[in-house]
């Protein structure tokens, strides 16, 4: 049987940091909800799955959850460009207080286009929290109000996110080895 482990080049974030970090930005969510706040986290799958357990687990205030997979990857190591939606949200946002929970903002062009669609659906606020963000690789100024981690460029996988449907499920944030990928 195959050990992940094998494929990692380095550990870029272990757990104690990927926790401790997400402490700190529950804090600093909660900090900025107005006292009447409905939030809703609208967490991106299928990498934002992991983050959006342990930040929800991590707040003190009440909120409630949907979920949109959307895709621009595939199986690459860059993003495509061409967002698809393939899992929309269940409930109206109109009355919500909504923070996307996002893995990691690379081109910034489905954070983006996503941000975009739910503002055409007149949510009461719309922020955005990252875990990771590679700002070197931007290629669209996103407002994003709460960044986990600033990360170089680098392929990442672990805590979510993957590679083909692969290594989502490493309790830290990894380097790939170039070799697996290359």
């Known amino acids: 049987m195959r050990n992940l482990q ?6 870029l974030i272990d757990e ?7 402490t700190e930005l529950a804090r600093m969510v909660e900090a900025d909800l ?21 930040f929800s687990r991590a707040l003190t205030v009440p909120h409630a959850i949907d ?9 690459s190591t860059s993003s495509s460009g061409v967002v698809r ?23 910034g062009l489905t954070l983006d286009y996503l941000r975009r669609l739910l ?5 009461r606020s719309l922020r955005i929290c990252t875990l990771l963000s590679k700002p070197s690789r931007h290629q669209v100024n996103v407002p994003v109000d709460y960044v986990g981690f600033e990360i170089p460029d680098e392929f990442v996988v672990g805590y979510g996110l993957d590679y083909a449907e692969m290594y989502r499920n490493l309790p830290h944030i990894a380097v790939l080895h ?5």
């Open 6 to 11: 094998n494929d990692i080049d380095y550990v």
């Open 16 to 22: 104690e940091e990927l926790d401790d970090r997400i």
């Open 34 to 54: 107005d006292e009447d706040a409905h939030l809703l986290l609208v967490c991106v799958l299928k990498g934002g799955f992991m983050f959006l357990a342990d």
């Open 67 to 75: 979920f949109m997979a959307v895709s621009s990857y595939g199986d």
């Open 85 to 107: 939606i393939n899992l929309d949200l269940k409930q109206e946002i109109n009355k919500y207080d909504v923070l996307i929970v996002e893995d990691i903002i690379d081109s």
């Open 119 to 123: 503002l055409e659906r007149n949510p």
């Open 178 to 182: 170039p070799r697996v990928f290359g």
